[in-house]
């Protein structure tokens, strides 16, 4: 079965940049998106952006467009999220998320907590 | 973008009891599913295609659509039911989720 591991906790300065990675252990992705999904201290799911691994095809959500690139590399199965011009607000758990629909599920990673303070 | 707009934000419920929680979108929607979230956890999807229940989700849930509105029914509310639900759009990029309806026990 496959997991998502995600890579650890990040603590950065407002400015800077954090990129998480994803990768699919016991597997590779499937053939829809990998998204990330970001939760911010007492908010909501927030969608970020998604690629569609064998195609490197990406779509990003308007609020984030011009500071988010989500990568992935096949060879290793795992996708990356960089996230750059980092402010106070962008402290949240990060996850990952790849459907696997003819299975009747989804796959998560464990989140990653991502703290930006100076 | 399509905006998914959940209510109540607070459901107070007790065991036993049924949960109806709603999701109104802004715009036609392709693909809706619908996610319970609980603390120090990822998200477990529950039903995707506005009405297909997910692989090990017990039967006790149920999603419905009629035209821009969609329902999540828990039937026999477990006390493991106890948590964040969230509505979720994937079929129109960019991707968006509603806010959240807290079921809560009363």
């Known amino acids: 079965q496959v997991q998502l591991v995600q890579s650890g906790t990040e603590m950065k300065k407002p400015g800077s940049s954090v990129k998480v990675s994803c990768k699919a252990s016991?597997?590779?992705?499937?053939?829809?998106?990998v998204s990330w999904v970001r939760q911010a201290p007492g908010q909501g799911l927030e969608w970020m952006g998604g690629?569609?691994?064998?195609?490197?095809?990406?779509s990003y959500a308007p609020k984030f467009q011009g500071r988010i690139t989500i990568t992935a590399d096949e060879s290793t199965s795992t996708a990356y999220m960089e996230l750059s011009s980092l402010r106070f607000e962008d402290t949240a758990v990060y996850y990952c998320?790849?459907?696997?629909?003819?299975?009747?599920?989804?796959?998560w990673g464990q989140g990653t907590t991502v703290i930006v303070s100076s | 973008e399509i905006v998914l707009t959940q209510s109540p934000g607070t459901l107070s419920l007790s065991p036993g009891e049924r949960a109806t929680l709603s999701c109104r979108a802004s715009?036609?929607?392709?693909?809706l599913a619908w996610f319970q979230h609980k603390p120090g956890q990822a998200p477990r999807v529950l039903i995707y295609?506005?009405?297909s229940r997910a692989a090990g989700i017990p039967d006790r849930f149920s999603g419905s659509a009629s035209g821009t509105d969609f329902t999540l029914t828990i039937n026999r509310l477990e006390p493991e039911d106890f948590a964040v639900y969230y509505c979720?759009?994937?079929?129109?990029?960019?991707?968006?989720f509603g806010g959240g309806t807290k079921v809560e026990i009363k």
């Open positions: 715009q036609f929607v392709s693909y």
């Open positions: 690629i569609i691994s064998m195609v490197g095809s990406t």
């Open positions: 998320a790849n459907p696997r629909w003819d299975h009747r599920t989804d796959v």
């Open positions: 979720h759009q994937y079929g129109t990029s960019p991707l968006t």
């Open positions: 016991g597997g590779t992705f499937s053939s829809y998106a």
């Open positions: 295609g506005a009405s």
